[in-house]
T-cell receptor, first 112, second 112 residues
């Protein structure tokens, strides 16, 4: 079993939709949670960074962590065609924050 | 704007060649990483380094070696390229006291 599971998609939604991207994990020691966005033929870029449980909002993006269920989510409101990309979740343990464990990524397509 | 620069975007090499992939970061980050990314397999860690002249094996080090002679530069070496090393190679760097990587744009290597 992988430490981090992520549905590969593709997920196809119309412009303006609310998108929900999710990851589950098995290691309860994870404390730091991140979302990366990767456009085609580019490297991943850090989108959201959260510590422990709770929500974090940044513009149209909300990251949510539910440690009791070992489940993290990224919500995108009012999705735009420019949001079309692959989204990777990543997480790490305390005192080992340098070593990230990545999900395989979910490909999102937002059509006009 | 912080940057991780990978020397080549696209490379085509022949089987058996020794291949060098170069990565330079300008952020004074202690940690540097080499990943390969393949469809369905996600990001897999090849090697990483926490300091100059220091290296540690990741999950798939076979067939690869690395060199870190200066803090800002981390090189990945394919000792004798094989077709199963055709992949997207991503370099990343991070600070030790917080999570979150900065990635380069990637090198798409094709071994024929």
């Amino acid at each position: 079993q992988k430490e981090v599971e992520q549905d590969p998609g593709p997920l196809s939604v119309p412009e303006g939709a609310i998108v929900s991207l999710n990851c589950t994990y098995s290691n309860s020691a994870f404390q730091y949670f991140m979302w990366y966005r990767q456009y085609s033929r580019k490297g991943p870029e850090l989108l959201m960074y959260t510590y422990s449980s709770g929500n974090k909002e940044d513009g149209r993006f909300t990251a949510q962590v539910d440690k009791s269920s070992k489940y993290i989510s990224l919500f995108i409101r009012d999705s735009q065609p420019s949001d079309s990309a692959t989204y990777l979740c990543a997480m790490s343990r305390p005192y080992n924050t340098d070593k990230l464990i990545f999900g395989t990524g979910t490909r999102l397509q937002v059509f006009p | 704007d912080v940057k991780v620069t990978q020397s080549s975007r696209y490379l085509v090499k022949r089987t058996g060649e020794k291949v060098f992939l170069e990565c330079v970061q300008d952020m004074d980050h202690e940690n540097m990483f080499w990943y390969r990314q393949d469809p369905g397999l996600g990001l897999r860690l090849i090697y990483f380094s926490y300091d100059v002249k220091m290296k540690e094996k990741g999950d798939i080090p076979e067939g690869y070696s690395v060199s870190r002679e200066k803090k800002e530069r981390f090189s990945l070496i394919l000792e004798s390229a094989s077709t199963n090393q055709t992949s997207m190679y991503l370099c990343a760097s991070s600070l030790s006291d917080r999570g979150g990587y900065t990635f380069g744009s990637g090198t798409r290597l094709t071994v024929v």
